[in-house]
């Protein structure tokens, strides 16, 4: 079984990009800012149970990494960065420390590394249980005008928030709860050690007004980039600045490896 995802033709000899979305997304969240990166060959994926790999089921993290394993093999992709936002960006992280042979580089947006310690495990697996069983059970168009009322997303406006739930509302929301309890955070290994340790170029995209990932984004080994006038998810938000960052490391990071 393999991801279902769209690809794109590049210029021959460059690394592919591949995009996994953030949670409730899909493939076509990453599509715009993609299109400002027309020379490299791209694959937008849907992740487990989203978009139109929602009848798969990702049973944890090692599970969903060797998924991703499988459809590159599938695509024949040898040599391919990562680009992942929140929940992608994550499973991104997650799948570079195991240090996949191919993988030349990872560019993450707005994503946690992992939790430190047991209690704040147990808070956060407490919480997903409790979203898990409103999208299971309850209208996704109320669920998801709560979810955006959460803190990370302080930075939308009304009419941007109630575009994201109409958006999100289009979701199974059975498959999207199992989705997130199998990928929480109160699931995740704290990444920092390995992640430190990793050989490939390393880079963390926040929004100017995302405070807790600006925050997150020192903690880190990489190479921190803020995006102007973008909270959490800022490729949405300013998708002309993240494709010109994109392009801008990528050109770099590849001139330096000739």
């Known amino acids: 079984?393999?991801?279902?995802?769209?690809?794109?033709?590049?210029?021959?000899?460059?690394?592919?990009?591949?995009?996994?979305?953030?949670?409730?997304?899909?493939?076509?969240?990453?599509?715009?800012?993609?299109?400002?990166?027309g020379d490299f060959p791209r694959l937008y994926l849907d992740l487990p149970g989203h978009g139109d790999s929602a009848h798969i089921a990702g049973r944890d993290f090692r599970d969903v990494s060797g998924l991703l394993n499988r459809t590159l093999i599938s695509y024949n992709i040898l040599k391919y960065w990562l680009?992942?936002?929140?929940?992608?960006?994550?499973?991104?992280?997650?799948?570079?420390c195991q240090r996949p042979e191919g993988l030349q580089g990872l560019i993450v947006e707005g994503a946690h590394p992992g939790l430190r310690d047991d209690h704040e495990r147990a808070s956060r697996r407490a919480s997903d249980a409790h979203w898990a069983a409103r999208f299971r059970h309850e209208?996704?168009?109320?669920?998801?005008?709560?979810?955006?009322?959460?803190?990370?997303?302080?930075?939308?406006?009304?009419?941007?928030?109630?575009?994201?739930?109409?958006?999100?509302?289009?979701?199974?929301?059975?498959?999207?709860?199992?989705?997130l309890q199998a990928t929480s955070l109160a699931e995740q290994p704290d990444l920092r050690a390995a992640l430190a340790e990793c050989v490939v170029p390393f880079f963390y995209l926040y929004g100017e007004r995302d405070d807790k990932f600006r925050a997150i984004a020192r903690e880190l080994p990489a190479i921190g980039h803020q995006i102007p006038q973008a909270g959490h998810n800022a490729h949405r938000e300013n998708p002309g600045a993240v494709a010109e960052r994109l392009a801008q490391i990528l050109r770099q990071s590849i001139k330096d490896t000739l």
């Open 1 to 37: 079984m393999i991801l279902q995802g769209t690809h794109c033709a590049g210029s021959a000899g460059k690394p592919w990009l591949v995009f996994l979305h953030g949670f409730s997304g899909d493939r076509r969240e990453w599509q715009l800012p993609g299109e400002g990166l």
């Open 83 to 96: 680009i992942g936002y929140s929940l992608g960006g994550r499973i991104a992280m997650y799948h570079a």
């Open 139 to 179: 209208p996704l168009e109320a669920v998801f005008a709560d979810w955006y009322q959460q803190p990370v997303f302080a930075s939308l406006t009304e009419a941007q928030r109630q575009a994201l739930v109409a958006l999100r509302s289009r979701n199974n929301g059975a498959m999207l709860a199992a989705m």
